[in-house]
């Protein structure tokens, strides 16, 4: 074995214990029977079992499950999708229900064939998890829309608790590890964000092992900063199949605590950082008391139109 293969070995600290238990195998079911799709199947995410099992949060991928982009460092499937589907926002809504869930994540798979990028859907589907289920907050993760301000106002007037938009990695990496979007362009949406709801909290994220220095990670935090972004998350690349990017190294969990520090100290109200750190990971306790009096605000608004809103815990 060569040098450069023992380095990039997975470390002991990456492998987990699945938890396949009757609640994350009943949660399962239900997702194939409402025929929905899950980021967390379907990007192989390492924290399902204890996000499904255990925390009672999920993080739906509506609009089909085929993307329109071929990003190297993703494991959803590219190609030609399907019609729109219009009653997925209810079933949504419905297994969000079933499942109990104190937060839910919506995101999408990249729907470059849409004038809107889907932004209507999206709103939709946050909309029918409002009805549903008054209580549960909503985090929305949507792409980049190719930057179209008015596909934003349209996602925002849902009302999210949080909106999350990742940069994916450093600016210089960019190109080799996202397909189609643009560094700047994650960072003008993120603040474009703010300037339609200043009062709704902002999150993104990057992986780190695909070749990046220190600086260019601290250079990342500074941009999102700059960009009035409140919430960052840091986790490690891991290639999902021998077609993806290749992982240039795994970092320690001591160094991922370093990257943390460094980021709250900076000015992050909340940040993740670990080997195994999502996205969507702990989201739900990223919902600070803020988002939590917006949402209350928007339900009140929402029930002075006139419509029910039934077992809303206020």
Not at 247 to 267: C, M, N, S, T
Request: aromatic share 6%; charged share 30%.
């Amino acid at each position: 074995m060569t040098e450069k293969e023992e380095h990039v070995r997975k470390p002991d600290w990456l492998k987990i214990k699945l938890n396949t238990n009757k609640s994350y195998n009943k949660l399962k079911n239900l997702m194939r029977e409402k025929k929905l799709n899950t980021v967390c199947e379907e990007a192989r995410c390492p924290n399902i079992h204890e996000c499904w099992s255990e925390r009672k949060t999920a993080t739906f991928m509506i609009l089909g499950d085929t993307c329109t982009r071929g990003c190297r460092f993703c494991a959803v499937k590219t190609g030609l999708p399907n019609e729109l589907d219009w009653g997925e926002p209810e079933r949504v809504a419905e297994s969000v229900e079933i499942m109990g869930l104190k937060h839910v994540v919506v995101t999408a798979v990249a729907r470059d064939d849409l004038n809107d990028g889907g932004a209507a859907v999206f709103a939709e589907t946050v909309r029918a998890i409002r009805r549903k289920v008054p209580g549960c907050t909503v985090e929305i993760l949507p792409s980049d829309m190719k930057g179209d301000y008015e596909s934003l106002h349209t996602l925002m007037d849902s009302g999210p608790d949080i909106f999350n938009h990742n940069i994916e990695t450093v600016r210089r990496l960019t190109k080799r590890v996202r397909a189609i979007a643009m560094y700047d362009r994650s960072l003008q949406l993120l603040e474009r964000v703010k300037e339609i709801a200043p009062n709704t909290p902002t999150k993104s994220s990057i992986m780190v092992g695909l070749g990046e220095t220190k600086e260019e990670i601290i250079q990342a935090m500074d941009d999102l900063l700059a960009h009035k972004v409140d919430i960052m998350a840091i986790g490690q690349y891991l290639q999902p199949t021998k077609k993806h990017l290749k992982v240039e190294r795994y970092y320690h969990p001591d160094e991922f605590e370093e990257l943390k520090q460094i980021a709250l100290e900076k000015g992050f109200k909340h940040c993740e950082a670990g080997p195994l750190v999502r996205s969507s990971y702990h989201a739900d306790e990223q919902v600070n008391a803020t988002s939590a009096q917006r949402r209350i605000h928007y339900m009140k608004g929402y029930e002075s139109q006139g419509k029910k809103l039934e077992n809303f815990n206020f």
